[in-house]
């Protein structure tokens, strides 16, 4: 597979469940990235890892928790979630490094439904 | 804090028609800005990525400019075609390492 490939595509849980998303890039970048997308909204960015470093929290409530064990994969714990938590979440690379000169990547997403 | 905002929200035009999206940002302080489309249930394709210091970027049909001063960009798309139909976004990156989006612009080309 190339580019970047998130698992699972769907998932549909309870508030009670613990369920993890995982992504997966093999363009040989070191930053990688999740958003969260719901309906109406901008993109909101939700966490930064550079070379395996967490480099931005963005006032994420820790009920999503990250875990990047090596530059090509990052994952995104859920547990406790809310019915609000519901949206799409993307994630992303970059090649790191040299600011202002990245481009993005991302991966088809994860659609998530919290009952 | 950095805020992106694209008009129109959404746009139908005929085949074959140039069109313009707009994107404004109210922080001129950024490193860059991306152009990306999205088709539905899908992720991000990147589109055109514009320095700081560059004032367009073209490829293909497409050609994005930046006045940085204004906070303002625009994605030209000549001859549309209906397989432009998606939603287009904008991004900056601030001067940190932050990525603010707009809500994006629902793009129809009708045959």
């Known amino acids: 597979e190339t580019g970047v490939t998130q698992t699972p595509r769907h998932l549909v849980m309870g508030m009670t469940n613990k369920k993890s998303l995982k992504c997966e890039q093999h363009l040989g970048h070191n930053a990688m990235y999740w958003y969260k997308q719901s309906a109406k909204k901008p993109l909101e960015l939700m966490f930064v890892?550079?070379?395996?470093?967490?480099?931005e929290n963005n006032s994420v409530p820790s009920r999503f928790s990250p875990e990047c064990p090596n530059s090509s994969h990052l994952f995104l714990h859920l547990h406790t979630l809310q019915p609000e938590d519901s949206a799409l979440y993307l994630c992303?690379?970059?090649?790191?490094?040299?600011?202002?000169?990245?481009?993005?990547?991302f991966g088809p997403g994860t659609r998530l439904l919290v009952l | 804090k950095q805020e992106v905002t694209q008009i129109p929200a959404a746009l139908s035009v005929p085949e074959g028609e140039n069109l313009v999206l707009n994107c404004s940002f109210t922080?001129?302080?950024?490193?860059?800005l991306q152009w990306f489309r999205q088709d539905p249930g899908k992720g991000l394709t990147s589109l055109l990525l514009i320095q700081s210091s560059q004032r367009e970027q073209t490829s293909g049909r497409l050609n994005a400019s930046l006045d940085k001063s204004s906070g303002r960009s625009t994605l030209y798309i000549a001859a549309s075609q209906p397989g432009d139909s998606a939603t287009y976004l904008c991004?900056?990156?601030?001067?940190?390492?932050?990525?603010?989006f707009g809500t994006g612009t629902s793009l129809t080309v009708i045959p």
């Open positions: 922080d001129s302080a950024i490193y860059n």
């Open positions: 992303a690379s970059s090649p790191g490094g040299l600011a202002g000169r990245e481009t993005q990547y």
């Open positions: 890892y550079n070379f395996k470093e967490q480099t």
């Open positions: 991004a900056v990156r601030d001067t940190g390492n932050q990525f603010y």
